[in-house]
């Protein structure tokens, strides 16, 4: 008997996380991830999340029509979150350290056991009452920023990337950090708006970057 092969290469498989206790919600300060012990740990290296700002008042349904969107392939991987006007988040603020690939990475001795990860979005209590989102994983947070395009180059702000009339500025999460005209609130008044997020799992293989499948982790108006 003569065995042939179809000759197609095949990659390990990067397992999504799971939620526990459900999606986020507006006035639940955090949602629970659940890491599958199961990805092969010299492949799976971290995790990337994704976000985008929704009409408060018409996000159930928008982010509906952009999740059957995303899902209307059976393996939809970042790419997909980007055509749905997902953005990436970022954990660093200064242009010469750009966050790198994976945006959150996971320890070697870690990458097959279960642990828990924490997407918190509770109010800090400061004397500005500053919103600062953050995944927390042990003791370590890791806090996000909006890569954004800057609306004033010559403003000499301190995130300013400088050098190029493309280049983008870092802002927080808070309320004070969003203003009107931010690119990334899709042309949304900036005082009725709420954010999705989503979590996607990243490996490498012999040079290939791999992704699991994007979870949704909710919709939320995290500074009210």
Same mark, same amino acid.
């Given at each position: ?45 971290? =995790?990337?999340?994704?976000?985008? #700002? =929704? ?31 997902? @953005?990436?988040?970022?954990?660093? @603020? ?10 959150? @990475? ?8 279960? #642990? /828990? ?12 009452? @500053? /919103?600062?989102? /953050? ?8 806090? #996000?920023?909006?890569?954004? /395009? ?46 999705? #997020?989503?979590?996607? $799992?990243? $490996? ?21």
């Amino acid at each position: 008997m003569l065995l042939c092969s179809c000759g197609l290469y095949s990659y390990p498989y990067i397992h999504e996380p799971s939620l526990i206790g459900g999606i986020a919600t507006s006035g639940r300060p955090y949602v629970a991830i659940l890491h599958d012990g199961d990805n092969d740990p010299s492949v799976f290296r971290g =995790y990337e999340i994704y976000y985008k #700002f =929704y009409n408060a008042v018409t996000a159930e349904t928008d982010h509906s029509r952009d999740d059957k969107s995303i899902f209307s392939v059976s393996n939809p991987d970042y790419s997909a979150l980007v055509a749905a006007g997902y @953005k990436r988040c970022r954990t660093e @603020k200064l242009y010469k350290k750009d966050t790198t690939t994976p945006m959150f @990475k996971v320890p070697t001795d870690d990458r097959d056991d279960d #642990f /828990q990860l924490y997407l918190d979005f509770e109010t800090i209590i400061t004397k500005d009452n @500053k /919103q600062e989102m /953050q995944l927390v994983y042990l003791s370590d947070k890791v806090p #996000f920023f909006r890569a954004i /395009q800057d609306q004033h180059p010559d403003s000499g702000e301190p995130e300013h990337a400088g050098g190029k009339s493309d280049d983008v500025i870092y802002k927080d999460f808070n309320t004070d950090d969003i203003e009107a005209g931010d690119s990334d609130l899709n042309g949304n008044d900036y005082n009725n708006v709420s954010l999705s #997020f989503y979590i996607i $799992g990243y $490996g490498m293989h012999e040079n290939h970057n791999l992704y699991s499948k994007p979870v949704w982790l909710g919709v939320v108006r995290c500074w009210n």
